[in-house]
């Protein structure tokens, strides 16, 4: 019996060990893959809903909750540094995200993430509709890297920004709701704008937002590269920002289809729970495939 109990716990030690194996190596092989300047960085994402009214903030919500997920699945710590909730919404409610800024810690995050930047586009039997009837609703996903902003050719000039002190909302105690201790700058050249709420002193939360400008200095700046070299191949190097990357379907069937690689599943609720690896290792497999076929032409 006693014998039984121990052959019992050695298989589930063994399998336990073979786990953490194949999550090493595969962790290895994307290191491998995922080359780029920044793949290996922590990263910076942004989710902002679209159309669809009240059923985008809902949507929002959801996938701010699967990504929170997957990072606690890959090991990644998070940490929301900004959120603005809609009429209804709050911090303890699922509905009425607005728009968030969640920051992902760790190596190859950015690598990983990145090509979820697009729009993800639900189709559902509205929780908000007395008549149930079908809606479609749109949320803006946007990958950044975390960078270091000395360590970069990105300089932000005293004179090229406004900042904004305003109250955070959300969870935090009394001294967040009470000082203004949240930051808000805008780069005046671009109009670009960025927030942190997450510490409770300004002084912090601006250098966190200061961050995240020079994130998306830099991603503006690796744009217009990209546009010169279109200019000069005479060809479109990568799909547009805005354009839908992925559909989620919950009704009459329950489908989720990423619009570029074609991967399909019918398990709707293992995705919004985190589990993005199939879509993930299938865009890199497409990145990789890119590449040998750009070297095969040199």
């Known amino acids: 019996m006693l014998l039984r109990e121990d052959d019992a716990?050695?298989?589930i030690e063994l399998a336990q060990k073979i786990?953490?194996?194949?999550?090493?190596?595969?962790?290895?092989?994307?290191e491998?893959?995922?080359?780029?300047?920044?793949?290996?960085?922590?990263?910076?994402?942004?989710?902002?809903?679209?159309?669809?009214?009240?059923?985008?903030e809902d949507w929002a919500a959801l996938l701010l909750k699967m990504y929170q997920a997957w990072t606690e699945i890959n090991g990644f710590s998070f940490k929301i540094l900004y959120r603005k909730f809609g009429e209804g919404g709050g911090p303890e409610a699922r509905i009425g995200l607005k728009e968030a800024c969640l920051q992902i810690k760790g190596k190859l995050a950015y690598g990983l993430l990145r090509?979820?930047?697009g729009i993800h586009r639900l189709v559902r039997i509205s929780p908000f509709s007395a008549k149930k009837l079908r809606h479609t609703s749109f949320v803006k996903i946007e990958v950044l890297p975390k960078i270091d902003i000395e360590q970069e050719e990105i300089k932000i000039l005293p004179e090229e920004i406004r900042?904004?002190?305003?109250?955070?909302?959300g969870p935090g105690g009394?001294?967040?709701?009470k000082r203004e201790s949240a930051i808000r700058i805008t780069h005046l050249p671009t109009g670009l704008q960025v927030a942190s709420q997450i510490e409770r002193s300004q002084g912090l939360n601006r250098k966190i937002a200061l961050q995240i400008l020079s994130a998306k200095l830099l991603q503006l700046k690796e744009k217009e590269k990209e546009k010169e070299m279109e200019k000069i191949k005479g060809q479109k190097i990568s799909a547009d920002f805005g354009s839908q990357i992925r559909s989620y379907v919950f009704h009459p069937y329950q489908l989720i289809k990423d619009h570029r690689t074609g991967i399909k599943t019918s398990n709707v609720e293992k995705?919004?729970?985190?589990?993005?690896?199939?879509f993930i290792e299938a865009e890199i497999k497409?990145?990789?495939t890119m590449v040998i076929n750009n070297y095969d032409r040199i």
């Open 286 to 288: 497409q990145l990789q």
């Open 115 to 117: 090509r979820e930047t």
């Open 32 to 56: 491998i893959y995922l080359s780029g300047k920044y793949d290996k960085c922590s990263a910076i994402l942004f989710c902002e809903a679209g159309a669809g009214g009240r059923d985008a």
């Open 9 to 11: 716990k050695i298989e």
């Open 19 to 30: 786990e953490k194996l194949d999550f090493q190596i595969k962790r290895k092989f994307q």
């Open 163 to 169: 900042t904004e002190t305003f109250r955070a909302t």
């Open 271 to 278: 995705v919004l729970n985190g589990n993005l690896d199939e």
């Open 174 to 177: 009394q001294n967040v709701n």
